[in-house]
Structure formats: C-alpha cells, structure tokens
C-alpha cells in the first residue's frame, strides 16, 4: 500500500511540476504563483491522505466518490497541460541538439525558453476536461435520456410483434445523494408504458442497506402487464470489501437478493420463464453474472434447460463480455441479450446514430447500444446510476425502451 502510494505520488508530482510551468510561462504575478502552489500542495497532500483512509472492510462510500472526483477533476486538465509541456520540451530538446551540433561556439541557451502561446494551447485544451467534470459531476450523473431501439426478427412470434421492454441497469443505489432527480427518472420509466420492464443488475455497490432508503421510491415503478424482472450483477455479491465473517457476508447476499422482490421484481437466478401473450409465447432467460475477469456464477445451461433453438429467446446477462465470449456462439440461439455493466466508463463522447467512443470500447467489444452477429443481438444499457466517479460525461444515464419486430433485418 505504502509502494501503491509512493508511485502515484510519484506521478501526481511529475504532472504538478508541467503544470506549474505553464501556469508560470502565463502568469508573472508572485502571489498568483505562491498562492496556486498553496493550493495545489494542500489538494495534493488531501487526495494522498484521502486514499490511505480507504476501508476495505466498507467499501465505496461519499468520502471515497468525492475523493475520486477531485483527483479527475485537478489531474485530468493537468494530465493534457504535461502532454503539451512534454511535446514542447521533445521539441526544444531536438531544437537545441541541432543547434549544438551545428554551432557549438553559440552562447545561446542549449534549451529555447518556452513559447507562451504552448503555454496557452495547454491550458486552453486543459479547460476542456475541467469544466466537462465539473458538468458531470453536477448535471451529467442525472441527466437522464431515454433511448428507443426497434429490433428486427424474422422468427418473432405474431403476437409480439410490436411488444416494448423497458431496460433499466446499474442503479448502484449506494451513490444516489438526490432524491428529487431519482423519482423524476422513476416517472421517466413509467411513462414508457412499456409492456414488459427488466432490470439488469447491480441494485447496490455493495451493502444491501444501501438500497433501504429508496425502496419506497423503487416501488413507484408501474406494475407492467406482462412483468417485471431482474438478474444479479457482479456488484450483488458483495465481492469487493472484506468481510468479517463468511456468514456476514452470505447475509448480505441473501439480503440483497430480496431487495430486488421488495420493489416487484421478479429475480431469475439461472433458470427462465415464459411471457405468453394472446396464445404465443417467448421464453425470458436469467443467468447470474458472468464475466470475462469477474465473478462468473451464470450457468446458461442451466437456465436454458428444456429450451430448443426454436423458442424465442430473450437473456439477461449483466456482463456484455458474456454475449462475447460465450452466448453469441450458443447453439441454443439466444436472439436477443440485455446487458449493462460497463456504464460506458461514464466518460465519453456519443453523437446518437453518427460517433460515439469511450474508454470502455478498450476493454469490451460491446459497451453501449446494440451490436449483432448472425442474428444474434445484444444491448448494452448505459446504466441508470454511477460508480467511482460521481458523475458522467458525454456518457449519459440510460433508460432503454426496446420494440420488438417482425420482419427481415432492414438494410
């Protein structure tokens, strides 16, 4: 831990020295210059405090979301002003070998002193991340958008050509600190008039008890015709603090467990159901997580048992990497899978229907919308809530409605 320290603080000081050194290319007043070292050393020295007082034994909580805040919203503007600085000194460095070599009797500096308008470009490049924090942190992490996709199948029973899913993920209770927002999202959900809702996953970031306070808020959300049902995601399982005891933490799994029936979600722990509308009928497939490096409690075989390849076949999955590695090769044919997990790494730049990147694209081939292979989909949801960061940026909180149709796959 101590090491762990020792090498971010290591980091962290590189980047302060780049930064200053546009700050001061820019700014010639010494009290301007005394005062924002002040500042940037009392940050430095609270964001190193901060994480040595992280408690494994209890997880995420406010302290460590704001902690991890600050550190994004101080670092990443001062991350781009050391790259330019960096680039700029690549450049005086070659500048002033060459000048060297050639005229070696010149009583010139070996280095040219910095240009102000680098200076300026770094700092005006900086801004950018700066003030998209501060908005993510503020707005972002509640601006809800509700997302419409129409899904083609060929093979779709008649009588559900037309049906609506709601899809909502990632709620991560434990980090809401608004109720007002909350409840406009629950009326956000209701007012698709969705035939049929499913949760995805990861009600909480760890503790059951983190969901207490929104279960009343929870429960407003409309009884659906056709049902409402959920799977666990990997942050259900409370892997991530340390435990006292094994029982303390198999109570809390079990806890979180009922949380999902104490707001009218009908839970699917590997095994399935079938939502049957005017004599036809689709089968609803819930796995428990599994993911490429994460928990993989999901038995596919299991849920799907006594299906054939023929049903209709709609899976909730949490970790789209499970869709990759394994359900896009089933033979069972699973033709359509509802995932969440990755958030879109809440940070990114999406213009619907024309760009969208994000981080979370190195990590998982599908990370946020649908993606197909042979007939076989699979849609990621943003997630409704926030982790780690608390915020988002061009990466905006989700609420999915599906449509379902028949027909051949349009061109």
Do not use: C
């Amino acid at each position: 831990m101590i090491l762990r320290l020792f090498f971010i603080g290591a980091i962290l000081f590189v980047i302060e020295l780049y930064a200053f050194q546009a700050i001061k290319t820019l700014i010639k007043l010494r009290w301007v210059l005394i005062s924002y070292q002040i500042i940037s050393l009392f940050l430095f020295v609270f964001i190193l405090y901060s994480f040595t007082q992280f408690d494994r034994s209890v997880g995420q909580t406010k302290q460590t979301m704001f902690t991890m805040g600050l550190l994004l919203v101080i670092y990443l503007p001062k991350i781009v002003m050391t790259v330019i600085l960096l680039g700029e000194d690549v450049f005086r460095l070659t500048a002033g070998s060459i000048n060297y070599f050639i005229d070696n009797k010149s009583k010139t500096n070996f280095l040219p002193s910095r240009r102000k308008f680098v200076s300026q470009i770094g700092l005006g490049l900086a801004s950018i991340p700066f003030l998209s924090l501060i908005y993510g942190i503020f707005e972002g992490k509640y601006n809800y958008k509700v997302i419409k996709q129409a899904i083609h199948f060929p093979d779709l029973p008649d009588a559900f050509d037309g049906f609506t899913i709601t899809q909502i993920s990632d709620v991560h209770s434990g980090s809401f600190d608004n109720p007002e927002k909350i409840n406009y999202a629950i009326d956000l959900v209701n007012a698709q008039n969705s035939d049929m809702i499913l949760f995805t996953g990861d009600i909480v970031n760890t503790h059951a008890k983190e969901m207490h306070p929104w279960i009343e808020t929870f429960n407003r959300i409309e009884k659906h015709e056709y049902g409402k049902y959920s799977v666990l995601g990997n942050h259900d399982y409370g892997e991530y603090v340390t435990w006292p005891t094994q029982s303390a933490k198999d109570k809390n799994f079990e806890d979180i467990k009922k949380l999902y029936g104490q707001i009218g979600f009908q839970l699917l722990l590997n095994e399935h159901t079938f939502i049957e509308k005017d004599g036809d009928k689709i089968a609803l497939v819930g796995v428990e997580n599994w993911g490429k490096n994460f928990k993989q409690a999901g038995d596919l075989k299991k849920a799907s048992q006594h299906l054939s390849k023929d049903d209709f076949k709609i899976l909730m999955s949490h970790d789209p990497s499970h869709w990759n590695e394994v359900v896009q090769y089933d033979d069972k044919h699973f033709h359509l899978t509802l995932s969440g997990h990755t958030h879109g790494m809440q940070f990114g730049i999406e213009i619907p229907g024309f760009f969208k990147w994000s981080l979370a694209q190195y990590v998982y081939k599908q990370w946020a919308g649908l993606y197909e292979n042979l007939g076989r989909y699979v849609y990621v949801n943003r997630g409704f809530g926030f982790h780690a960061y608390p915020g988002r940026v061009g990466i905006m909180p989700e609420i999915t409605v599906i449509q379902l149709i028949k027909s051949k796959k349009l061109a």
